[in-house]
Structures are given as structure tokens and as C-alpha cells.
């Protein structure tokens, strides 16, 4: 929820910021702007020049190649709108009546009405509707020469979300602090950086460092001090990051959601990597969790990270025979659950910083809860917060709508599942040799999903259906949750209204849908109730439904029955949806590059959900 970027030090800031602003773009593109300044000699003051602009980044980019901006102090944003319409009044930065001080704002300041009051009361202009102007006009008031300490004082004021950064005149220095909203600090030799997310910085540094709830961080060209909301300096360890600049890049895909989609067999190497051990088939976690020291798990998460929590729950129900449950955040962090310090709360999430998921977490630290994070962002909050983190190692992933990071969580709990399994005594040999192999063979197996002549059959099928109006989407056991998954794909990026259901919950109401307009897509691979499923096939086409099945290659049931077939490699069931769902991503894709949409960035939505 809005991309931020800051930079201080000898490069043109205008360049720094719009790359940095481009890695952030899946974070909102209602607006984006920038503020650049040159640096001061001595006691005197530069002006800030502000351009900005409503929509996307290209057309802030257009704006700055006719009057560019020259400085070398600079800060941008790019804004996914909460408070005022996406226009260039309301876009960032927000600067004082007297342009003398400027801010960017990621959150949701929640006192801003009362304030805004004040400040009005008080004699400032305001020209924006939004929240976060509020922050300008009080830092403004509380500046008496020292720009970290207005900012602190001003902030003693606000309630709410908050990663802000200041830049001011007179200063060659940018001011930043945090609450809630994430932000990251990149160290250079002679430059700082800062953004709301390592793509944005990773061109320039990997040293980084994450700044916690609280913090204060004043940056100039040489270094920066960190101090909290009282003055206290704070020392925080810098992280280096792994990944290197081109995981943040298209690398000659048109889009990021391609690329990603075709990372998958890499992203799934990644997360099995150094977990499974040859020689014992043990699966080896590096967490200090007792499998045993819990009597019941909740999982939670949001979207499609809840998919991903579903099928967590059959598999650790299955094979480590441990009662699961699986809440959607937003609901269970108010629903008052039953968790004792006998309960595993798990939360899954891709970015660590949805804000819905942290505060469950929270919710359920708070009544004695043992916590296991299974989180693909190094350094995120919600693996500061747990007491163990299974990172999934899928590396950047910049399309809005996600697809390596849901295969490598679903990964990620099936390691968790035999994991359990394994030192729960639940799990006998035969079984856990299979799916170990099963297991292994995901990679390869999703490789083979990717040849070219099975995606160009995918995107035949995607075309021939792009101008239905809904989609009915229906799988069954562990595959009911891709059956959902493929379902939001659907919806985030062509706009096409998708429904996902358990298979045998079709006659229990959506059968209504049911007319020969509506493509129901089946995942039928195969599974021992494959023959229920094609059962629930044959209720479609009586009805005159289109069926496009996902069927086993090799199929000979479930493929008789459908109007399309999409074949996918054969697969252990346990690891299917892994398998499986690759095909749904690109039944998505290919639909919404058909009608044109703008896969990377759909309408009304971002990447890490930072306001509730
Ligand atoms: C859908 C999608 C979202 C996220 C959800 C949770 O494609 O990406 O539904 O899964 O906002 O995000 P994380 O995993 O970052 O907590």
C-alpha cells in the first residue's frame, strides 16, 4: 500500500527515485510523485521542486522527461489511495504553503480529522483531501531549526500507520520514522537510501537494514543515525540481501506475473533446498519449534495466502494428524479464538507486512500462543514478531497478483506436514518415502507444466472463453483450495466474476449458475475420489455447462466428458495442487492479456495489504 523511496547522496535523485518507484509500482498506481532538491553549501537553503502526478508511473515519467528535475536529495511515492480520489492534488509529495518542507506518507493516519482541525483553526492552507497532508502542516509547526526533532515532535501527535519521510531546504539530510508501515534502509559508500521494500534498493546496495516499529532514522551522505520516538539512539543489525538486482527486473518477459509463473521451478528448488536429507529421507526445518510441545494449529493468512493455508491444513491434518484450523485474518483476529500456550498459531504471508495477518499474530501472542511464520520477505515485521520463521525462499516476487509465492508456501507446508508427521510417529515409512520422492520431483514436474506447447494450448483455451461474463471453478480434497485459488487469479486480473467451490458443494446452490454460457473449469486430476469428480462433470454438461477439465496426462475418464482439456504432468495427489495450479495461473493470464488488462497492476488492488 504505496511504494515509498528516499535518497540522499551524489547520483541524479531523479533517476534513483523513478527506478526505485518502479520496483514499487505493485504497491499502488493511483498517483506517483517526486520532491528533489540540490544539496546546501553551508548555512544556506536549495529549493525543493515537486512534480506529480495522477495514475501511473509512466506518466510521471513522461512529465520528467519534459522538465526534469536536478538534484542530488530526493524523495518519492507511489500512492494506492485511501483517503481523497487518485488525482495530481492528492497525489504525494505534500509540501507546506511555502514548498520549504515536503513528506511522503505509507498509511493511514487515523487522528487526522482532529488535526486537520487544529491545523485549519491555526491558519494553514491545505490543498489535498487526504490523511497524510496533515503530517506536513504539524511538522511545520514544530520546526525550529532541527529537523529530526520536529518530525519526532510532530509525531508525538499522530495516531494511526506511518512510514514517512522529510525532506526540508535547509537540510541535506532526509528524515524518516515508521509505524506499522514498513521501511528498509539501504546503505551505499557516500549515498543512503531508502524504500518501502528491498526491490526498490536493490540495484544500489544489499546491505540493509530494517527498520522496526518506532524507529527514527535521519540519513545524509555520510550515514545515518537511529533513534526511537523518544530520542533514544537504537542500533539495528544490517542484513545482507541475497537476492541479487535482476530478480527485480522483467528479464524479457512482458510482465512480471510471466516471469514469476516461469520462476516457479527455481522458487520451488529454493524452498526444498537444504530440507530434505538424501541419505535418512528426514525433512530437516531450520526451526527450534517442538513438534510434539502443541496440541492444535490455526493457520491464518489473507487471499491467497489463505489458499495456501487450506491446503497446509489438509496436509498437516493428514499426515501429522494434529486438529488444524484455518481463519482468514481480517476474521480472526476479532472472533476471540479459543488459543492457549497449546496452540501453534501459523501465519502464512509473501510480503511479513499485511497488516490484517500481523495484528492476528499479535491477537494471538498476546493469550500464550507458540508462533511459526511461513514468510518469503527476509526482515519483514512478521518475522521479527513470531518465535520461529520457515522462510520460503521464492525470492522478489513484484506482480500484485501472486503465483511462486502461493506453490512455494504450499511447499512450504507440505515440508511442515511431513516434517510433523515424521516426529509426531503419524507418518509411517512407506508413506513418507512416496511423498518424499513426490516431493522432490516438484521442481521438474513444474518445469514440465511450463513446455511450450502446453502453455500455448492454455492460451487457445483462455481465448476461446475470454467473453464469458462469470467462471465457476471446482475442485475437491487437497485440490479444493486450488480450485479457489484459481479462481481469484481469474478475477484480480481479467475482471471475469469467478466463483471456486468444493466440487460437492456444486448442487448445494452454484448448479444454479449453470447454463450453456458458463465455463466451469474441473480439476480432475488424478485422486482417489476422481471418480466423484467426474461425476459432478457429468451434472455440468447435463445442464449444458462448457467443462474444461484439468485432467493427468494420460486421462481417460474425466477428458471424455469436457468440452476442453488442459493436461498436466502426473503428480503424487499430496503435491498436485502445486502442479495444478500452474495451469490455473496461466488460464488467468493469458484471459487477461486477451482483454487487454493490465496484469502487473489490476484495478483498485496492491501487493501487501499495510491498512486494515
Ligand atoms: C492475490 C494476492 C493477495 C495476497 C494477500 C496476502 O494474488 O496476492 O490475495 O495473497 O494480500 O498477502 P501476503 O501474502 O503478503 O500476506
Same mark, same amino acid.
Request: some cysteine.
Given at each position: 500500500?504505496?511504494?515509498?523511496?528516499?535518497?540522499?547522496?551524489?547520483?541524479?535523485?531523479?533517476?534513483?527515485?523513478? &527506478?526505485?518507484?518502479?520496483?514499487?509500482?505493485?504497491?499502488?498506481? $493511483?498517483?506517483?510523485?517526486?520532491?528533489?532538491?540540490? =544539496?546546501?553549501?553551508?548555512?544556506?537553503?536549495?529549493?525543493?521542486?515537486?512534480?506529480?502526478?495522477?495514475?501511473?508511473?509512466?506518466?510521471?515519467?513522461? @512529465?520528467?522527461?519534459?522538465?526534469?528535475?536536478?538534484?542530488?536529495? &530526493?524523495?518519492?511515492?507511489?500512492?494506492?489511495?485511501? +483517503?481523497?480520489?487518485?488525482?495530481?492534488?492528492?497525489?504525494?509529495?505534500?509540501?507546506?504553503? $511555502?514548498?520549504?518542507?515536503?513528506?511522503?506518507?505509507?498509511?493511514?493516519?487515523? !487522528?487526522?480529522?482532529?488535526?486537520?482541525? &487544529?491545523?485549519?483553526?491555526?491558519?494553514?492552507?491545505?490543498?489535498?483531501?487526504?490523511?497524510? @497532508?496533515?503530517?506536513?502542516?504539524?511538522?511545520? @509547526?514544530?520546526?525550529?531549526?532541527?529537523?529530526?526533532?520536529?518530525?519526532?515532535?510532530?509525531?508525538?501527535?499522530?495516531?494511526?500507520?506511518?512510514?514517512?519521510?522529510?525532506? +526540508?531546504?535547509?537540510?541535506?539530510?532526509?528524515?524518516?520514522?515508521?509505524?506499522?508501515?514498513?521501511?528498509?534502509?539501504?546503505?551505499?559508500?557516500?549515498?543512503?537510501?531508502?524504500?518501502?521494500?528491498?526491490?526498490?534498493?536493490?540495484?544500489?546496495?544489499? !546491505?540493509?537494514?530494517?527498520?522496526?516499529?518506532?524507529?527514527?532514522?535521519?540519513?545524509?551522505?555520510?550515514?545515518?543515525?537511529?533513534?526511537?520516538?523518544?530520542?533514544?539512539?537504537?542500533?539495528?543489525?544490517?542484513?545482507?540481501?541475497?537476492?541479487?538486482?535482476?530478480?527485480?527486473?522483467?528479464?524479457?518477459?512482458?510482465?512480471?506475473?510471466?516471469? @514469476?509463473?516461469?520462476?516457479?521451478?527455481?522458487?520451488?528448488?529454493?524452498?526444498?533446498?537444504?530440507?530434505? +536429507?538424501?541419505?535418512?529421507?528426514?525433512?530437516?526445518?531450520?526451526?527450534?519449534?517442538?513438534?510434539?510441545?502443541?496440541?492444535?494449529?490455526?493457520?491464518?493468512?489473507?487471499?491467497?495466502?489463505?489458499?495456501? #493455508?487450506?491446503?497446509?491444513?489438509?496436509?498437516?491434518?493428514?499426515?501429522?494428524?494434529?486438529?488444524?484450523?484455518?481463519?482468514?485474518?481480517?476474521?480472526?483476529?476479532? =472472533?476471540?479464538?479459543?488459543?492457549?500456550?497449546?496452540?501453534?498459531?501459523? %501465519?502464512?504471508?509473501?510480503?511479513?507486512?499485511?497488516?490484517?495477518?500481523?495484528?492476528?499474530?499479535?491477537?494471538?501472542?498476546?493469550?500464550?500462543?507458540?508462533?511459526?511464520?511461513?514468510?518469503?520477505?527476509?526482515?519483514?515485521?512478521?518475522?521479527?514478531?513470531?518465535?520461529?520463521?520457515?522462510?520460503?525462499?521464492?525470492?522478489?516476487?513484484?506482480?500484485?497478483?501472486?503465483?511462486? #509465492?502461493?506453490?512455494?508456501?504450499?511447499?512450504?507446508?507440505?515440508?511442515?506436514?511431513?516434517?510433523?508427521?515424521?516426529?509426531?510417529?503419524?507418518?509411517?515409512?512407506?508413506?513418507?518415502?512416496?511423498?518424499?520422492?513426490?516431493?522432490?520431483?516438484?521442481?521438474?514436474?513444474?518445469?514440465?507444466?511450463?513446455?511450450?506447447?502446453?502453455?500455448?494450448?492454455?492460451?487457445? %483455451?483462455?481465448?476461446?472463453?475470454?467473453?464469458?461474463?462469470?467462471?465457476?471453478?471446482?475442485?475437491?480434497? %487437497?485440490?479444493?483450495?486450488?480450485?479457489?485459488?484459481?479462481?481469484?487469479?481469474?478475477?484480480?486480473?481479467?475482471?471475469?466474476?469467478?466463483?471456486?467451490?468444493?466440487?460437492?458443494?456444486?448442487?448445494?446452490?452454484?448448479?444454479?449458475?449453470?447454463?450453456?454460457?458458463?465455463?466451469?473449469?474441473?480439476?480432475?486430476?488424478?485422486? =482417489?475420489?476422481?471418480?466423484?469428480?467426474?461425476?459432478?462433470?457429468?451434472?455440468?454438461?447435463?445442464?449444458?455447462?462448457?467443462?474444461? #477439465?484439468?485432467?493427468?496426462?494420460?486421462?481417460?475418464?474425466?477428458?471424455? +466428458?469436457?468440452?476442453?482439456?488442459?493436461?498436466?504432468?502426473?503428480?503424487?495427489?499430496?503435491?498436485?495442487?502445486?502442479?495444478?495450479? %500452474?495451469?490455473?495461473?496461466?488460464?488467468?493470464?493469458?484471459?487477461?492479456?486477451?482483454?487487454? =488488462?493490465?496484469?502487473?497492476?489490476?484495478?483498485?488492488?496492491?501487493?501487501?495489504?499495510?491498512?486494515?
Amino acid at each position: 500500500m504505496c511504494g515509498i523511496v528516499g535518497y540522499v547522496g551524489y547520483r541524479n535523485a531523479q533517476d534513483v527515485l523513478l &527506478g526505485g518507484l518502479s520496483r514499487l509500482e505493485y504497491r499502488g498506481y $493511483d498517483s506517483a510523485g517526486i520532491a528533489v532538491k540540490a =544539496r546546501s553549501m553551508g548555512t544556506s537553503s536549495t529549493q525543493i521542486t515537486v512534480s506529480k502526478k495522477a495514475g501511473k508511473l509512466a506518466v510521471l515519467a513522461q @512529465e520528467l522527461e519534459n522538465s526534469p528535475l536536478t538534484g542530488c536529495i &530526493g524523495i518519492g511515492h507511489t500512492r494506492w489511495a485511501t +483517503h481523497g480520489l487518485p488525482n495530481d492534488a492528492n497525489a504525494h509529495p505534500h509540501a507546506t504553503e $511555502d514548498g520549504r518542507l515536503v513528506i511522503i506518507h505509507n498509511g493511514i493516519i487515523e !487522528n487526522y480529522l482532529s488535526l486537520k482541525e &487544529g491545523l485549519l483553526a491555526r491558519g494553514h492552507v491545505f490543498r489535498s483531501e487526504t490523511d497524510s @497532508e496533515v503530517l506536513a502542516h504539524l511538522i511545520e @509547526e514544530t520546526y525550529r531549526g532541527n529537523l529530526e526533532l520536529a518530525v519526532r515532535e510532530a509525531l508525538r501527535q499522530v495516531r494511526g500507520a506511518y512510514g514517512i519521510v522529510v525532506t +526540508h531546504a535547509d537540510h541535506n539530510q532526509i528524515v524518516a520514522a515508521r509505524t506499522v508501515s514498513p521501511l528498509v534502509m539501504g546503505i551505499g559508500e557516500g549515498e543512503m537510501f531508502l524504500g518501502s521494500d528491498v526491490p526498490a534498493l536493490l540495484p544500489y546496495t544489499r !546491505n540493509m537494514i530494517f527498520l522496526h516499529d518506532g524507529d527514527m532514522a535521519v540519513l545524509s551522505q555520510d550515514g545515518y543515525r537511529i533513534t526511537n520516538l523518544e530520542g533514544v539512539e537504537q542500533t539495528r543489525e544490517v542484513t545482507l540481501i541475497d537476492w541479487d538486482a535482476e530478480a527485480a527486473e522483467k528479464g524479457g518477459f512482458d510482465t512480471f506475473m510471466l516471469k @514469476e509463473i516461469y520462476e516457479q521451478p527455481t522458487a520451488l528448488t529454493n524452498t526444498l533446498m537444504g530440507r530434505l +536429507h538424501d541419505e535418512t529421507g528426514e525433512v530437516v526445518l531450520d526451526i527450534a519449534l517442538e513438534p510434539a510441545g502443541f496440541e492444535r494449529i490455526h493457520i491464518v493468512a489473507c487471499g491467497t495466502a489463505y489458499y495456501a #493455508a487450506l491446503v497446509g491444513e489438509y496436509l498437516i491434518e493428514q499426515l501429522a494428524r494434529v486438529p488444524v484450523e484455518v481463519d482468514v485474518a481480517s476474521e480472526y483476529r476479532y =472472533r476471540e479464538p479459543l488459543v492457549d500456550d497449546k496452540t501453534l498459531v501459523i %501465519v502464512v504471508s509473501q510480503s511479513g507486512e499485511t497488516i490484517d495477518t500481523l495484528e492476528a499474530l499479535r491477537e494471538a501472542k498476546k493469550s500464550g500462543a507458540k508462533t511459526l511464520g511461513v514468510i518469503n520477505a527476509k526482515g519483514s515485521s512478521m518475522t521479527r514478531e513470531v518465535d520461529d520463521v520457515l522462510y520460503i525462499h521464492a525470492g522478489p516476487e513484484i506482480g500484485v497478483a501472486s503465483t511462486k #509465492a502461493y506453490t512455494a508456501m504450499v511447499s512450504a507446508m507440505l515440508l511442515l506436514a511431513l516434517w510433523l508427521g515424521r516426529a509426531r510417529g503419524t507418518l509411517n515409512a512407506k508413506m513418507g518415502a512416496e511423498l518424499l520422492h513426490g516431493v522432490r520431483e516438484l521442481p521438474r514436474l513444474v518445469e514440465e507444466s511450463l513446455q511450450p506447447e502446453r502453455v500455448a494450448h492454455i492460451k487457445k %483455451v483462455a481465448e476461446k472463453y475470454k467473453d464469458s461474463r462469470d467462471y465457476l471453478f471446482l475442485g475437491r480434497g %487437497v485440490n479444493a483450495p486450488t480450485a479457489l485459488e484459481g479462481a481469484l487469479k481469474l478475477k484480480e486480473i481479467s475482471y471475469i466474476h469467478a466463483e471456486g467451490y468444493a466440487s460437492g458443494e456444486m448442487k448445494h446452490g452454484p448448479i444454479a449458475l449453470i447454463d450453456s454460457n458458463l465455463p466451469v473449469v474441473v480439476v480432475a486430476t488424478e485422486s =482417489r475420489l476422481l471418480e466423484k469428480t467426474v461425476s459432478a462433470i457429468q451434472e455440468v454438461k447435463a445442464r449444458s455447462g462448457k467443462v474444461i #477439465a484439468l485432467v493427468t496426462d494420460g486421462d481417460s475418464m474425466a477428458s471424455r +466428458h469436457a468440452d476442453d482439456v488442459i493436461s498436466v504432468p502426473r503428480a503424487h495427489e499430496m503435491v498436485s495442487p502445486i502442479v495444478n495450479v %500452474v495451469a490455473l495461473q496461466l488460464l488467468a493470464y493469458f484471459t487477461a492479456t486477451a482483454l487487454e =488488462r493490465d496484469v502487473d497492476k489490476p484495478r483498485n488492488l496492491a501487493k501487501s495489504v499495510t491498512v486494515e
